[in-house]
């Protein structure tokens, strides 16, 4: 059997003038999941529409899609044509799982959650020649589960082509995060048994890992076995973390030290607001009355750079809330942030009260993209919600702010990897977006892994040298 597997791309991701880093970071972990579940003797091919152009004269027996919201249109577009031609195509991913009526007329089959129960059960229908419309996720586990097919990724194309998961989902409930439409009928927040992730862990070539866990350190034993098994492993990585964890893993089993001995130098941090009345309206009340500061300090303390995300345009936000955020951001050193602009992803809580309200602006999800406002803000126009945003990036990664970030680091080791950190994302994209063309980008980890890897505190950490 000849299985394709396809992530569309959302247009701009293919533009032929301007191709941002940011898609050519990660490969499509999803899809090499589920073709692990492929016996040898079946061919497997993986397209990644970032990353290479997608060709479709070609005749698989069977097409796989996973669909975001963003590349929502294009991955229909691509159904429909290979439906046109007689072959099989199966629809899943978090867009399919929040709006299954819509993609339905696109796909012989759809897929609602996640594909680690329904794939293989798909497979075993399939080739039985009884494939139903529908299989929904409902047996949650990642017990069994095959090694991912990384031998399909085309690592030169990717600047992180070691991004793994060792868990799924979160322990917590945000208005507006996908997580709980997505897990919806199951558990929510599984792991995988220590012992296979660090196999897998050990199948990474080369230094860097990115974790992209949602929570990395949600489970506290899994995390500190974890690390455990790291230690000596050489490894330098990057991963998320909420702001909660980071304060209580001051005590037993001090899980932030021990991820920083095993190589942790640059955590994602959902700060999402500075403003209590936000937070308390998205429910994301594990970051309430806790002290930013405090857990910034704890991780710079510790080695470990900070990436904040920020979102704009909550019903208590108004149109100061951009220069107060950026303004804090800098004051704290943070190194990175990514600013969002609040999105309503059809089936949170959040989608439901806007839809409720009458609110939502239009339902064009190529706009969903959390950088247009696709909803009327409470406090402000769509208009100054996405100026505001657009000023919040402008003056975070304007040159003074990152010298006045970098400042503010006790030494200069820690302040030239702050500056060299914060700039090489945004103030080089015209340098990235030469090095893709060139096909090049694989060349430029080398340059990430040094940035990571000089760290203020390389004492607390002599195994990761
Ligand atoms: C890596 C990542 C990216 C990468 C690349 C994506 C990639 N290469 O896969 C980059 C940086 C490019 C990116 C960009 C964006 N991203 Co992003 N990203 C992620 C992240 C952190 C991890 C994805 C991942 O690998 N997950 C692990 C794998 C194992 O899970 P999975 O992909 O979901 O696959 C499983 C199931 O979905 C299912 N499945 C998937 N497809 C199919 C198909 C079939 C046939 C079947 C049976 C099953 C199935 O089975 C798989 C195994 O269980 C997620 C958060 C998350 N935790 O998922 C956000 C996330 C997907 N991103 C999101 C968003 C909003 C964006 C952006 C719009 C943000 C922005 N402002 O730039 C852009 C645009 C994305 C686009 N191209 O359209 C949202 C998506 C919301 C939505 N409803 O679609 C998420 C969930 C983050 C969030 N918390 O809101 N992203
Ligand atoms: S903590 Fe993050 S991943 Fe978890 S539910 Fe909230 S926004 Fe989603």
């Given at each position: 059997m000849f299985v394709k597997f396809i992530l569309p791309a959302l247009t701009e991701a293919t533009s032929p003038l301007f191709r941002p880093i940011k898609y050519s970071l990660f490969p499509p972990l999803g899809l090499a999941t589920l073709a692990a579940y492929l016996p040898p003797e079946d061919r497997a091919v993986l397209t990644d529409e970032h990353v290479e152009k997608l060709r479709m004269d070609d005749a698989p027996d069977l097409v796989a899609i996973e669909v975001y919201i963003t590349s929502a249109r294009r991955s229909y577009e691509i159904a429909d044509r290979y439906r046109s031609r007689g072959v099989f195509v199966a629809l899943g991913g978090l867009h399919v799982t929040s709006l299954p009526e819509e993609a339905a007329p696109h796909a012989d089959a759809i897929f609602t959650g996640?594909?680690?129960?329904?794939w293989p059960r798909f497979l075993a229908d399939f080739r039985a020649g009884r494939p139903a419309p529908r299989y929904d996720s409902v047996r949650r586990t990642l017990l069994g589960a095959p090694p991912i097919r990384r031998d399909l990724i085309q690592r030169h194309l990717y600047l992180v082509p070691n991004s793994i998961v060792v868990s799924r989902g979160c322990p917590y409930v945000c208005d507006f995060c996908y997580k709980e439409a997505f897990f919806?009928?199951?558990?929510?927040f599984y792991t995988q048994t220590v012992d296979d992730a660090l196999a897998e862990i050990e199948r990474l070539p080369g230094r860097h890992l990115y974790f992209l866990?949602?929570?990395?350190?949600?489970?506290r034993r899994f995390a500190a076995a974890l690390f455990e098994g790291m230690k000596g492993m050489g490894r330098i990585w990057q991963a998320a973390g909420t702001v909660n964890s980071i304060l209580e893993t001051a005590v037993e089993p001090r899980l932030l030290e021990k991820a920083a001995d095993c190589g942790l130098r640059s955590l994602f941090v959902?700060?999402?607001?500075?403003n209590r009345a936000s937070l308390e309206e998205q429910r994301k009340y594990q970051n309430l009355d806790r002290n930013y500061g405090a857990a910034i300090r704890r991780l710079h303390g510790l080695g470990i750079m900070v990436n904040g995300s920020f979102v704009f345009g909550m019903d208590s936000d108004d149109a100061g809330v951009f220069d107060q955020t950026v303004e804090w951001a800098v004051g704290q050193g943070i190194e990175t942030a990514t600013f969002h602009i609040l999105t309503p992803y059809p089936g949170t809580a959040l989608y439901g009260r806007m839809e409720a309200q009458g609110?939502?602006?239009?339902?064009?999800?190529?706009?969903?993209?959390?950088?247009?406002?696709?909803f009327r803000p409470a406090k402000m126009t769509p208009a100054q919600l996405e100026e505001g945003y657009w000023r919040a990036y402008r003056s975070f990664y304007r040159w003074r702010a990152i010298v006045e970030g970098a400042m503010t680091k006790p030494d200069w080791i820690g302040r030239l990897r702050h500056f060299a950190y914060a700039a090489g994302w945004k103030k080089f994209e015209p340098l990235w977006d030469a090095v893709l063309r060139l096909k090049r980008v694989a060349q430029m980890r080398p340059v990430l892994e040094a940035v990571l890897r000089a760290s203020p505190t390389e004492s607390l950490s002599p195994r990761s040298r």
């Open positions: 996640p594909g680690d129960d329904t919806q009928g199951g558990r929510s866990d949602d929570h990395l350190l949600g489970n959902g700060f999402e607001s500075t609110r939502l602006l239009h339902r064009n999800w190529d706009l969903y993209d959390t950088r247009h406002t696709v």
